[in-house]
């Protein structure tokens, strides 16, 4: 809010004395860099005073730091989910930081444990799923985790042994050499299919790559895994990293509830997610037989629907990436509230966008079947409704990038307060901009027949262009960071009280000297029937009412070139003997 920032600073400072945080003394500096978001709860024991709880400094989109009140600025445990729930659904960036955080205290606790020897029988169960965990939020292994796994390592062998009722030579050790008369359970290693199919693993610590038919006990595997030839996934409960089905002949996913990475469907059999509830990474469902998400309610990264035969999204509410529905056929977005980076709707055939809220990236809607955005409150980077069928913005508030709405059928940007780059209104339907208050790039405005006002638009950060434009007030437009266009002999109320660095004559190139003569033209003119002239004197006659700057383009729609000629004989004019952009504005002003 360039205008209220000194204002807001001021706000911001006082609100955050009674914390640790150094905003109460940087608060113009930091409000500067970007926003800035405060929870704060009513201290009943101070006079319902307002306590803030947890700060989040931006820089530009970007999180900086989320701060607490606790020594260090660490957030109070009551407070982290309010922090998560707030980051994941207002800030499309903020999940990238989330993750970090995660990480960052999952390889602290499994380093402790492993440090300290604190892994047991107990709590083996629970090791295994920080480690399944921590392996979802990196791609890459970390050597100083897996380094602990070796024979030396009693405290670890013993509480996998215990708690599973297994010997501790059946823990298979990386740099062994496997021992044919034993029968390994748990493998500390990556696994390849000869020594899978030579035992009974249940859990296996790193990779497996499997061209066998039958993962039969198998239960959790902590890395990626590769299956080319298998036929069926036995018991597995749940990966760290991901899965590729590619070329497999599993048709089911049985009780495998989380893939933590990746998972390509891609020419699979597999038709039936049946409990699956979580997919970490990417997930491709081009050219599968999937035809239904059933329980599937989270995938972490890219969701490519192109070219699928899915239709039905079941309970899914996140996608973290991207998401492609071009020439899906799926119809409606049902549950689902975020997308985490672009949303590509063009050449889609959705048609309603159900719940959700929040799209990271850009959206496409072009050639999409979408006509309301309904409760969708923000797009994170461009919004293009070119040639769309959306007619209404719904709730949406903020689109973080540029807009496009070239030729769109949106008649009102209703609550739409901030658009972050170039707007761009070209023969759009745009008659009101409704709470719009600022847009961060230029506005061409040029094409736009409807827009008489700009309303309560207080800012503009680029050039701005009111060539061919029906605009003839700024409204409470009061600062333009680049230059002002206009064409030559208009007149916009309140242009000149608009801090700009220059308003710029646009001559609107109407007939140049290459173009036909008055006599030529008054030819053309004479060969038309009377009801061709009489349709376009009418049709000039409602160019000249609703105030249109008429350009040469326009003029040739007419279909006829007798215009000038018409025109020199109505204000008595001779246009050979001056310049035509005079003699065209002296016409129709």
């Known amino acids: 809010d360039p205008d209220n920032w000194e204002e807001n600073a001021t706000k911001l400072a006082a609100l955050v004395q009674n914390t640790n945080w150094c905003t109460k003394d940087l608060a113009r500096d930091q409000l500067y860099e970007g926003d800035f978001y405060v929870y704060v709860t009513k201290d009943e024991k101070n006079e319902g005073r307002l306590q803030p709880r947890i700060g989040i400094k931006m820089t530009n989109k970007s999180i900086e730091q989320v701060a607490g009140i606790e020594p260090g600025q660490q957030l109070e445990d009551e407070m982290l989910p309010i922090a998560e729930k707030f980051i994941l659904y207002n800030i499309p960036t903020g999940r990238r930081w989330l993750n970090r955080i995660k990480s960052k205290k999952l390889y602290k606790k499994l380093i402790n444990m492993l440090e300290n020897n604190l892994v047991n029988e107990d709590n083996v169960d629970e090791f295994i799923d920080d480690l399944v965990n921590y392996r979802k939020l990196n791609i890459i292994e970390d050597s100083n985790i897996y380094s602990y796994f070796n024979r030396e390592n009693k405290t ?49 610590l790193r990779n497996l790559t499997y061209e066998g038919e039958n993962l039969r006990d198998l239960e959790i595997v902590v890395g990626e895994v590769e299956l080319k030839n298998a036929q069926d996934i036995g018991k597995l409960k749940k990966t760290g990293r991901g899965i590729n089905f590619y070329g497999s002949k599993i048709t089911s996913l049985g009780g495998l509830k989380s893939i933590g990475g990746n998972a390509s469907f891609i020419k699979s059999a597999v038709n039936d997610l049946v409990d699956l509830e979580t997919i970490g990474g990417d997930t491709y469902f081009s050219y599968s037989q999937i035809t239904k998400l059933k329980g599937l309610k989270s995938i972490g990264g890219d969701a490519d629907f192109q070219d699928s035969i899915v239709e039905d999204l079941g309970e899914l509410k996140e996608i973290g990436g991207d998401a492609d529905f071009s020439y899906s056929k799926i119809t409606k977005l ?32 072009s050639n999409s079947k979408i006509t309301d955005l309904k409760g969708l409150k923000f797009i994170g980077e461009n919004a293009y409704f070119d040639n769309s069928e959306v007619k209404d913005l719904g709730e949406l508030k903020e689109i973080g990038g540029g807009a496009d709405f070239t030729n769109s059928k949106i008649e009102s940007l209703k609550g739409l307060k901030s658009i972050g780059g170039d707007a761009v209104f070209k023969n759009s339907a745009i008659n009101d901009l409704g709470e719009l208050e600022e847009i961060r790039g230029g506005a061409d405005f040029g094409g736009n027949r409807t827009l008489k006002s700009l309303g309560k638009l207080k800012y503009i950060g680029g050039d701005v262009h009111f060539e061919h434009s029906a605009v003839k007030s700024v409204g409470k437009l009061k600062k333009v960071d680049g230059y002002i266009y206009i064409a030559k002999g208009r007149n916009i109320r309140g242009l000149k009280k608009v801090e700009c660095k220059g308003i710029r004559i646009v001559k609107t190139g109407l007939y140049q000297k290459e173009s036909r003569s008055v006599d030529e033209d008054a030819k053309t003119w004479n060969k038309m029937s009377e009801k061709e002239q009489q349709a376009l004197l009418e049709k000039l006659t409602k160019m000249v009412v609703e105030d249109w700057d008429i350009t040469f383009e326009d003029l040739g729609h007419l279909k006829a070139k007798g215009v000038t000629y018409l025109l020199s004989k109505v204000i008595k004019f001779d246009p050979n003997k001056s310049d035509w952009t005079t003699f065209m504005e002296e016409a129709f002003h």
């Open 334 to 365: 049902k549950g689902l509230k975020f997308i985490g980076g672009d949303a590509k709707f063009k050449n889609s055939e959705i048609k309603d966008i159900g719940k959700l809220e929040t799209i990271g990236g850009y959206a496409n809607f």
């Open 156 to 204: 670890l062998l013993n509480a996998f042994a215990k708690k599973y009722n297994i010997d501790v030579n059946q823990i298979y050790v990386e740099g062994e050499k496997a021992d044919p008369n034993v029968k390994y359970v748990v493998a500390f290693s990556s696994v390849d299919t000869q020594f899978f199919d030579n035992n009974n693993l249940k859990f296996i």
